[in-house]
């Protein structure tokens, strides 16, 4: 019985004296039919895209939100959001390893001096972490975290980090007592 691997047989070619073998060959080209006409793609109409929505916006679509989204701009005091976020990421800061308060006091200096700089979304993340931090709900304030750096690194997040890294560490430990 032969395989598919093995060899074959040339005894039954030796008598004609032909080896002849069928190989199908492809080519690029039709071998039958007519001439194929060109035509230029640029005589056609471009086709009309409509513009991609950016990430995030096209989930709320009726008008009253935008309108209440535009009072909310108006009414975002940058001078009071900065106050509380500084405020509150000082008391977090007594919560931390006496070790590195200073570093993070000083990451958190350069958040002030930078509050000017930053654009209002920004401003507006850091007053959502910062609630989060108060609620000592350390998921979301990972998530808000996640958000501002991936919008652009700043290094006094990682002030903002290790507060965020001491939140998890109690939650972790108030898990284990209660399963405990």
């Known amino acids: 019985m032969e395989g598919w691997n093995d060899p074959m047989d040339l005894s039954k070619f030796e008598a004609t004296g032909k080896l ?3 190989l199908n060959k492809r080519v690029a080209f039709p ?3 007519g001439p194929i006409s060109q035509t230029s793609s640029s005589s056609q109409e471009p086709l009309q895209l409509l513009p991609t929505i950016p990430f995030g916006l096209g989930e709320n679509n009726n008008n009253n939100s935008d309108k209440s989204d535009l009072q909310e701009t108006s009414e975002f005091n940058s001078e009071t959001s900065k106050e509380k976020v500084c405020s509150i990421l000082h008391q977090s800061i ?3 390893d006496s070790s590195i308060q200073n570093n993070v006091k000083a990451k958190l200096k350069s958040l002030e001096a930078e509050w000017s700089k930053c654009d209002i979304d920004l401003q507006k993340l850091l007053v959502q972490l910062v609630d989060y ?4 709900d350390a998921k979301n304030a990972g998530g808000i975290q996640r958000k501002i750096i991936i ?3 700043k290094p006094w997040m990682q002030g903002v980090r290790h507060i965020i890294f001491s939140l998890e560490s109690q939650d972790s430990k108030t898990n284990d007592i209660a399963n405990a």
């Open 94 to 96: 007594d919560q931390l």
């Open 151 to 153: 919008t652009g690194y």
């Open 20 to 22: 002849k073998i069928n």
């Open 133 to 136: 931090i108060e609620q000592k």
């Open 31 to 33: 071998l039958s039919g």
